[in-house]
């Protein structure tokens, strides 16, 4: 054997067992990240508070009154500010309705996004103009679904913990095969990354919200100066969780699967296109850090399947180091698996284990996602999403 090949081989070897404790520390990050409930708090007591839910709807007809309908069940909500943001697909007409039928629902309509606006930015910023006096604002996506009475706990929660901001993300709803792999693995990405311990410890500089479940004070979001503030930010609900946080605001972040389930992007473009709105704006800051990170992730999703491929070949030309890396490749698809099934299984209900090789692919996707996301940035090209163009 060559120096060269022999060289290679120990370079391999070392990036996959880079790999491997990589995987090992995410499965431990994600077990820990997604423990992060909302203990301490039993039942559902009662609150005097007056809570504003706050919904934007952009082309929603599905979700209307699937949404509109939970909200009505919490007994704190004592009124709906529904935001019609453009819609032609009949979101208006069924918000008119639902309006004429309760006298708690309120319908504000969106003709144009002013410049130096993102959509759901100005949205929120209108529905919390229209909120009028109250002591909550519920901020929640179209697809949020709240149990019955769900908001007392929540809502005693912060009340009980002095907090200013509560976000919460639940259960996630995958209408479909790619959804039941994709979803998990990206949302226990996120968890793994940026582990909610870090997000509720006020001296980390983590933070983020959940824009299925933003539970904040208006004494609080008016401080700040609410959605004005990031009018021009993409992932709106990251950044007013940032901003929170930086202003002295106590915030929590907390998995909920028994209160709150969304969707997140259902469908392989919906979610490509949620992948590089969430991508492409900090690497269009951090360009460089954001072609390392890529590297680094590539590195991470390519071994198991690359170390399987040449372990095979090897076996195949009969050299005696095949083995070793064929079972280092297995090693990591089972780490990979190991990580996708304990996400769905918090996150979604579960996906059987062999089921989660899934993954792979989903893995490749991402690695893709990556670097048309860095090059993006790189380029200064537009984010395409909700059918409009945002250029950064």
Known sequence: MSLLILVGELVFAALGITAGIAWIALLRRLAISLSWTMRGTVGQPESSSYVVAIVPMRNESGNVQGCIASLLEQDAVRKVVAIDDCSSDGTSELLSRFASQDDRIRVAKIDHVPAGWAGKSYACHVGSSEAGRCDWLLFVDADTRLSPGALGRPLAFAEGNGLDALSLFGRLRCPNVWDKLATPFYFGLLNAFIPLRDVNDPLKGSAYFVGSFVLIRRAGYLEIGGHAAVAAELVEDRALGK?????????????????????????????????????????????????????????????????????GWLVAEGLPDGALFLLLGIVLLVFEMAFTELSARRISGGVPFPFALGSVPVSLVYVVVLWRSVFRAWLVKPVRWRDREYRL
Do not use: Y
């Open 243 to 311: 901003l929170a946080k930086q202003k002295g605001l106590k915030t929590a972040l907390r998995f909920s699967p028994d209160e709150v389930s969304a969707e997140w992007a259902p469908g392989f473009r919906n979610s490509v296109r949620a992948l590089l709105r969430v991508s492409v704006p900090p690497m269009r800051r951090r360009v460089r850090l954001g072609a390392t990170f890529s590297l680094a992730l590539s590195i991470l999703f390519l071994m198991p399947l690359l170390s399987v491929v040449l372990g």
